[in-house]
């Protein structure tokens, strides 16, 4: 059996959870998430509780078990604690604006990019500089950080870009002053 599969996902206090339609529905207040339940796994809810059951042990439910229950876990936090990611914009002139549902990054471009904030993500901007994304969807947090991260990744020659905050650029060594002999 799984081991991930078989633990038991501990329900937060005011977390809802329901299954309807092959799809588990998680609530928080106004906040939902929703999880596909695939075929041969069933959901045993409890009280405070909520655990898979595998019905089939063939390849494909044995592999699905474990996914399925860390998604599920992952929206349990998500809805509880949130989830997010920060990014760092190094270089000169880089610089990020919110303006309404939009987020403007100035990269060293001739133009500055706009990006459409995705519905369930809040953005907050920090010194023009540091870009905080959070929200109760693991994947979309990491969607977003990663599509704004992608306009101008970090180089390695002088450690300009977007970049996370907790990331390590290794810089390389720029040209070397000879050439060779003249002669």
Request: charge should be positive.
């Amino acid at each position: 059996m799984s081991r991930i599969g078989k633990q038991i996902i501990k329900l937060e206090k005011g977390i809802e959870i329901s299954l309807s339609d092959r799809k588990i529905l998680i609530k928080s207040g106004s906040k939902s998430l929703e999880v596909p339940l695939p075929v041969n796994l069933d959901l045993k809810i409890e009280k405070d509780t909520a655990s898979l059951i595998r019905t089939s042990e063939d390849k494909k439910t044995r592999s699905l078990h474990g996914l399925t229950r860390a998604l599920l876990q992952n929206a349990v936090t998500g809805l509880s604690k949130g989830w997010s990611k920060s990014l760092e914009l190094n270089g000169v002139g880089y610089r990020a604006v919110l303006s309404g549902k939009n987020l403007e990054l100035n990269l060293g471009f001739s133009h500055p990019i706009v990006y459409k904030i995705p519905e369930g993500i809040e953005i907050k901007i920090e010194k023009q500089t540091k870009v905080h994304i959070t929200g109760a969807d693991k994947e979309l947090v990491g969607l977003t950080a990663h599509q704004i991260r992608s306009y101008r990744p970090v180089e390695p020659y002088l450690a300009k870009g977007v970049k996370y905050s907790d990331e390590q650029v290794r810089k390389k060594a720029g040209k070397s002053g000879g050439g060779g002999e003249k002669k």
